[in-house]
T-cell receptor
């Protein structure tokens, strides 16, 4: 079963625009991670936010976490064609088990 | 430095056959995890191994098994293949085991069961 659910499932924007996607999860978490996947291949870690953090930045990425609403958002600012990918949120459990959501497919048009 | 490498990249099998997928972690990484990703969905956790011991198992039938070798490489075996086993199988490595560890993924093995 999937812990997180991303919204929207798909997103199409013009280059230079911002892209925002949301993730909701069901159980209490220690941390939440975001990954990117290009063309159905390997996933790349983008950012991790801990449960005691509310916001985190990394380059053009901004992640927020609201533990009271069990939700997180990922904002990509000034998007580029190279940002076209699927984005997944994942929550951590014991060991290295990550529970992924269904992903948001982002298309950035040049 | 080489990333996580998986072999083969693509594989076609028929129902009932057995398959072995291989993974080499990043040098120095002692933890290897396996994930199954069905088209259009997020990855699902199958196994985690750390220091050659199984540390976690997902909700998969006993047809799925894995092991980790002394050099920390790993194999995933699936017996009695079903059509529903068709998926991208991803291997991920990390230095340690624990909540919040950053995982490094390989490019995956695309398995098609006919």
């Amino acid at each position: 079963s999937q812990q997180g659910e991303e919204d929207p499932q798909a997103l199409s924007i013009q280059e230079g625009e911002n892209a925002t996607m949301n993730c909701s999860y069901k159980t209490s978490i220690n941390n939440l991670q975001w990954y990117r996947q290009n063309s159905g291949r390997g996933l790349v870690h983008l950012i991790l936010i801990r449960s005691n953090e509310r916001e985190k930045h990394s380059g053009r990425l901004r992640v927020t976490l609201d533990t009271s609403k069990k939700s997180s958002s990922l904002l990509i600012t000034a998007s580029r064609a190279a940002d076209t990918a699927s984005y997944f949120c994942a929550t951590g459990a014991a060991g290295n088990k990550l529970t992924f959501g269904g992903g948001t497919r982002v298309l950035v048009k040049p | 430095d080489a990333g996580v490498t998986q072999s083969p990249t693509h594989l076609i099998k028929t129902r009932g056959q057995q398959v072995t997928l291989r993974c080499s972690p990043i040098s120095g990484h002692k933890s290897v995890s396996w994930y199954q990703q069905v088209l259009g969905q997020g990855p699902q956790f199958i196994f985690q191994y750390y220091e050659k011991e199984e540390r976690g198992r997902g909700n998969f039938p006993d047809r799925f098994s894995a092991r980790q070798f002394p050099n920390y490489s790993s194999e995933l075996n699936v017996n009695a293949l079903l059509l529903g086993d068709s998926a991208l199988y991803l291997c991920a490595s990390s230095e340690r085991t624990g909540v919040g560890e950053k995982l490094f993924f390989g490019s995956g093995t695309q398995l098609s069961v006919l």
